[in-house]
Nanobody, 123 residues
Framework: QVQLVESGGGLVQAGGSLRLSCAASGGTFSSYAMGWFRQAPGKEREFVAGINWSGGGIYYADSIKGRFTIARDNAKNTVALQMNSLKPEDTAVYYC????????????????WGQGTQVTVSS
């Protein structure tokens, strides 16, 4: 069983940066594709970024492309989301997720989820 714990959320001014981190335990981290999703109040959960086992396959939502960067460190069992040039519309709870096989854009394809971390971007 895989456990995921997100950290790094907080309040930031528009144009600022945050770095989210997801720590994994209970499984072979390098065998899982990892994804970041977010959910704003009243909205459906949406894909933000994903990275495959080796780090060679990386995917970003159009809304954040060029501003966010996903990276994984298999030696540390972590995946990070570096968020730059943040906008108020980035405000959401951000979730880390894991699945075997390749990255998917669909939340229901992921088997394991963290508890979420709040990101609030002020205007």
């Amino acid at each position: 069983q895989v456990q995921l714990v997100e950290s790094g959320g907080g309040l930031v001014q528009a144009g600022g940066s945050l770095r989210l981190s997801c720590a994994a335990s209970g499984g072979t981290f390098s065998s899982y594709a990892m994804g970041w999703f977010r959910q704003a109040p009243g909205k459906e959960r949406e894909f933000v970024a994903g990275i495959n086992w080796s780090g060679g396959g990386i995917y970003y939502a159009d809304s954040i492309k060029g501003r966010f960067t996903i990276a994984r460190d298999n030696a540390k069992n972590t995946v990070a989301l570096q968020m730059n040039s943040l906008k108020p519309e980035d405000t959401a709870v951000y979730y880390c997720a894991a699945r075997r096989r390749q990255v998917s854009l669909t939340p229901s394809d992921y088997n394991y989820w963290g508890q979420g971390t709040q990101v609030t971007v002020s205007s």
